[in-house]
Structures are given as structure tokens and as C-alpha cells.
């Protein structure tokens, strides 16, 4: 499912129009993104919770040549599934 199906399942589910639930998909979205920017965590009880994990700088070689390259260090978000999520997949 991509994001305009979403949008269009969340308007049919909703009884609101597809704008109105962009809207709402967009301000989720925006407001998941600005939390993990300051390092917070976002949690949705049986959904699951994003967080921001630091990755350090590391070794690799580059498979075209086999020389080794230095990668930097990065900030990688990270989603655990709550039980409830989990539970309906399997």
C-alpha cells in the first residue's frame, strides 16, 4: 500500500474526504518526524514506537574496487512493533 492508498482507505474508513484525510496522514507524519528529529521517541500503544538509534563510524570496502572506505556515523530511526501489530500478522 503506498501513501494515496492509505489516504484512500483512511477517507472511506473515516466518512471524510481524501483531502481531509491527507491532511491528517500529513500532520502524523510531520509531527512523528519533528519528535525524532529533537531524539524524542513516538509511541502508539499496539501499533508500535519509532526511536532514533546512533550508528558509529565504521569500516567498508567498496565492492567495485575492494578499497576500503570509511563510513561515517549517522542517526537511523528505528520502528519496534508493538504486540497488538504483531499478533494480527501472524
Known amino acids: ?3 494515496s492508498e492509505l489516504v484512500d482507505v483512511m477517507a472511506a474508513d473515516a466518512g471524510i474526504s ?3 484525510a491527507k491532511k491528517a496522514l500529513d500532520s ?3 509531527n512523528v518526524e519533528k519528535s525524532l528529529k529533537k ?3 513516538v509511541s502508539l500503544v499496539g501499533f508500535g514506537s519509532w526511536s532514533v538509534s546512533k ?3 565504521r569500516d567498508g570496502r567498496n565492492p567495485q574496487t575492494g578499497k576500503t572506505i570509511r ?3 549517522k542517526n537511523v530511526v528505528k520502528f519496534k512493533p508493538g504486540a497488538e501489530l504483531k499478533n494480527s500478522v501472524n
Open 55 to 57: 550508528r558509529a563510524a
Open 18 to 20: 481524501k483531502a481531509a
Open 28 to 30: 502524523m507524519m510531520n
Open 1 to 3: 500500500m503506498n501513501k
Open 71 to 73: 563510513i561515517a556515523a
Open 39 to 41: 531524539g524524542g521517541r
